[in-house]
């Protein structure tokens, strides 16, 4: 028999968890990671946040070191792009000529900002940041030291999280948010528009409901125009979302909508092809649907769910999603999905911000976003998971310990 | 343990205030530690996930399970052993509870 060769293509934390998961679960066989950029596996939270401002150094951001790989036997294959699949012959071309057979492979591509089309021009350039990739993240941090006023497109968490990181530099900050409430999906209007309040009072200029029309350059600097308004600045971030990077599936047999399909168990309908992390859109069990997330925890548990179907396993991904944000002093959690709720309970105060906001169906708690209440978030996951029943009351009232409410359930 | 040895011990609080699957947090001289009751047994940390810093008072414990506020790293409460990653660990200091009912812990 052969040795098997398991390929992983992407190089996230969820390639880093799949490689990881893979050799704890006890794959000994053949392990490429082709991670694209040339550096190990890192971790992006950090980009928009801490490695931005430069507290934290470029050396804490791999998710393990690049020796790990090494006592592991993991073929780190950085800077070399995959470039194609031939799913028949199981073969993944590489930008570089070499085709690499495998037994099984998992697409952890992620994804890419998604470019604003409103630019004149020439207008781009040095003065146009998008943030991505650990680049992405030392380009903006430069430009960002020379202190030039920035106006970031887009209120979503990029957008916030760098709106949060200029201002801890001094840097003039505006935002431009086309929708009345920024994150108001994620979030829901209260806490969207408490987020925005949160931002003003840090001295930046969040403006909602203000679309852009154009940006273009000058000598000097930019000129963003709105339909209210006309803007200079020396630096835009371009915060509009992210695009799955799915092209390497092109001429496979793999289904693609919105991301790279794939079942519960991370399966495409491919043999032997598996996807996770930002470019899967996933079937998931609790929602009855496909989703694409673009968040941390779950680029980890796709990749440990793939890594262990790869192995021959079944398991599922169900877990509810949950993501974070740091903002300023403030954290910023969310889990679960607040499709079909119907009762929202608020514990705690959402003008002081520290609060957890509870979405309920049917009396089982079924999401909940909370601000400085860690705590909270820790219990109601916990909460979620088990669906039991408990009243509006319980949850608002605070002398009611909610850990002792989800414990008595899950034990 | 040499180490330890040179250390002062320093009566934090009695054990009566800390229950079984409570966590709190103390400060010794400059140092801030955490300590925990895992089912009787006392065990002090640096107050301090590794991660990012956070004060893990702040945090869960269930069972031998600690849990970070902000960003859920987990954490073997007895060991102090990363769970959640797994690569990683909490600094952990000497800790007794004396005659009186005192818990002590030892920090440079």
């Known amino acids: 028999m052969t040795t098997p060769v398991f390929v992983i293509v992407g190089g996230g934390p969820c390639a880093a968890s799949a490689a990881a998961t893979l050799r704890s679960a006890g794959f000994d066989g053949r392990l490429v990671v082709v991670a694209g950029e040339p550096v190990v596996p890192y971790e992006r939270p950090p980009l928009s946040k801490d490695y931005l401002t430069g507290h934290l150094d470029g050396a804490e951001l791999p998710v393990r070191p690049a020796s790990w790989y090494a006592e592991q036997g993991v073929e780190l294959r950085l800077g070399e792009r995959a470039e194609g699949i031939d799913d028949r012959e199981r073969v993944v071309q590489l930008a570089g000529g070499e085709r690499l057979g495998y037994d099984a492979l998992l697409l952890a591509t992620g994804g890419r900002p998604r470019p604003f089309e409103g630019l004149q021009g020439s207008a781009g350039g040095e003065r146009v940041a998008y943030l991505r990739t650990r680049g992405d993240a030392d380009r903006l941090a430069e430009r960002l030291r020379q202190g030039e006023p920035l106006v970031v497109l887009g209120g979503g968490f990029i957008g916030c999280e760098v709106a949060a990181s200029a201002r801890r530099l001094g840097v003039e900050v505006t935002v431009l948010e086309m929708a009345q409430v920024p994150l108001e999906r994620a979030l829901g209007a209260q806490v969207g528009s408490q987020l925005a309040e949160i931002h003003r009072d840090a001295g930046v200029d969040f403006r909602t409901g203000e679309q852009v029309q154009s940006v273009s350059e000058t000598a000097d600097g930019l000129v963003v125009t709105t339909d209210r308004s006309r803007l200079e600045c020396g630096l835009l971030l371009a915060a509009v979302g992210m695009l799955p990077n799915t092209e390497i599936v092109t001429g496979t047999s793999v289904k693609c909508h919105n991301g790279i399909v794939v079942d519960e168990h991370c399966r495409t309908a491919v043999p032997g092809i598996y996807a996770a992390g930002d470019v899967a859109a996933h079937y998931h069990p609790l929602y009855g649907r496909h989703l694409r997330v673009e968040h941390h925890d779950n680029a980890i548990k796709h990749g440990a769910v793939a890594a262990r179907n790869m192995l021959g396993e079944d398991i599922a991904h169900d877990d509810p999603h949950w993501f974070w944000s740091d903002q300023y002093e403030h954290n910023l959690q969310s889990v679960g999905f607040n499709e079909g709720c119907d009762e929202v309970v608020v514990r705690g105060s959402i003008a002081e911000r520290s609060f957890a906001r509870f979405c309920l169906a049917d009396g089982q708690v079924r999401a909940v976003v909370a601000l400085n209440r860690g705590r909270d978030v820790i219990a109601a996951r916990k909460l979620i998971a088990s669906g039991l029943r408990v009243s509006a009351a319980a949850l608002r009232d605070e002398s009611v310990d909610l850990r002792r409410l989800a414990r008595a359930v899950v034990r | ?108």
């Open chain 2, 1 to 108: 343990m040499t180490e330890a040895q040179q250390w002062v011990w320093t009566p934090v609080m009695e054990l009566d205030e800390l229950w079984e699957g409570d966590l709190t947090g103390v400060q010794v001289g400059t140092a801030k530690i955490l300590l925990v009751n895992v089912d009787g047994q006392i065990r002090a940390y640096e107050n301090r996930c590794p991660h990012q810093a956070w004060p893990l008072d702040q945090g869960d414990l269930d069972g031998r399970e600690l849990t970070c506020a902000n960003h859920h790293w987990v954490f073997d409460a007895l060991t102090g052993k990363g769970v959640n990653p797994d690569d990683c660990a909490l600094r952990s200091f000497p800790v007794k509870v004396d005659d009186d009912g005192m818990i002590c812990v030892a920090v440079p």
